[in-house]
């Protein structure tokens, strides 16, 4: 499968698969202008650095690395619902995207960035996952219908963003957007200043939006989040009590970390005609 995959999909010493210590299949991006890697696994973007400068995405020292659990940390793929199933008590949190094995339909150097597209199929929904690994990294989700019915889906790109300390780190850009609280089931009014994480945050913020900055003091840098083809943007973070409660995260990881989700989510979920195509993605970059 590993010689497979390079003779078809390795792109010289830029793009390569190797076996990860766990056995996962592991594409690992070595660029002239960034380090990054995905896992076939969840379709999982697991690692992004542009080079000098600190990762840009959280990786959880805890994180398990099998097949049929979810990674924790990257950029998990909820789909085709967000959060538990509407119906089923035990079909698994966020869908099935981010515990099934995708497959690798192309990939290329452009521009000398390292593209890669990812493939796969759920419920009768067709998705090509586009990955663009340069000085930012871009990430796009097309997802076409193909049953005889209409459907619909939830979809979020689950983003953990690496951060020096939150208490030195704001996001800004949602400020006149109001928003669902997860954490009392309300919807709460635009809070009309920048969100700092103190305590769990939970919240689904109903608006597109144009540009989201993640200010971080600690590392001196902001990283500018641009959504495309998305209703709704998750903030979360899982403060103490939650993050005890996770198997597959540090208790005192949560200082260190921040979703901003790229998503289209409960009102905003997104229905398609047999046919029908729709596409959603985020550009995440430096602010150098
Ligand atoms: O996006 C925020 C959230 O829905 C939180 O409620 C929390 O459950 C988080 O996702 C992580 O979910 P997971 O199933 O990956 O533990």
Redesign the pocket.
Known sequence: MLEELNERFAVDHQLRFEEHESGLIQGCVRSKKCNGSFFLLGGHVAEFQPHGQAPLLFLSTQSRFEVGK?I?GGV?LCFPW??PHEADPDAP??GLARTQVWDVSATEVRDEDVVVTLTTEIQSFELEYNLRFGESLDLEMRVGNRAAQSQSYEL?L?TYFQISDVADASISGLEDVSFFD?LTGETQPAEGRPIVFREET?RIYQATVEQISLQDRGWERTVLIRPRGSQST?V?N?WTDKARK?ADFGDREYPHMG?V?TANVGPQRVHLAPGEQSTTGVTLSLVR
């Open positions: 979810p924790r998990p967000f959060g949190a966020h979020a689950h997860k939970d998750v979360w899982p996770m979703c989700e």
